[in-house]
């Protein structure tokens, strides 16, 4: 479609018009999906963090082991030295039958 002088102005202020329109409805988007991503990316970190914290208390709520390292050495340093121990009885029993 041809125009004349002013028709042609009237189309080119519409262009600018309409770039600027799309230009600031997509900074808008960038700015909404950067500040979502950010967000998103904090309450990420800190959901970790305190999940960390709670896996923690599990650990100390819910302890494996409830007797010290030393003690449990002990108790199977004790426990094979009792079987050493009834190894030798039962094989000098078996002798005296």
Known sequence: METCEKGTECRTEVDRWMEKEVNDLWVTVYESVRSTIEATTLTTYQSIEESWIA???????????????????NLKTNIKTNRSELSVLYEKWNNME
């Open 55 to 73: 896996k923690v208390q599990c650990e100390e709520d819910f302890p494996c082991c409830e007797y010290s390292v030393g003690y449990m050495t």
